[in-house]
């Protein structure tokens, strides 16, 4: 995808946000629309043969209630490069590369097995 000249911005509106990419490729702007519990992104981009294309993606949003420490955690103010940030992580600066998977042992499962 080729980008030239992008801007970008956020706006609230009546508990919707939306964001607006704008661009000097005469694309309409990227959007992400909140509504019903559900995020959709939409982007509009040129590939390498000079075709435009649309990717729209469907986002449900989950509440989940998490231990007091990490929602303690959660709350702190982002600091660095990333203190501009929106809330959350930032798909550019966070991956997660591999799931990683423990077994938790007591004594009681030490000691008989």
Do not use: C
Not at 35 to 48: A, F, H, Q, R, S
Not at 64 to 78: E, G, H, L
Request: glycine share 6%; aromatic share 12%; hydrophobic share 30%.
């Amino acid at each position: 995808m080729v980008s030239m000249n992008t801007h970008s911005t956020s706006i609230k509106s009546n508990n919707l946000y939306y964001t607006y990419t704008f661009s000097g490729l005469g694309l309409p702007p990227n959007t992400e629309e909140y509504k019903n519990g559900m995020k959709i992104v939409t982007e509009y981009g040129i590939d390498d043969d000079g075709r435009k294309f649309k990717v729209v993606r469907h986002y449900k949003i989950e509440k989940r209630q998490v231990a007091k420490a990490i929602a303690q955690r959660k709350s702190w103010p982002k600091f660095g490069l990333s203190k501009d940030d929106k809330p959350g992580p930032n798909p550019a600066t966070t991956i997660v590369s591999e799931d990683v998977s423990m077994q938790v042992y007591n004594q009681m499962n030490v000691f008989y097995h």
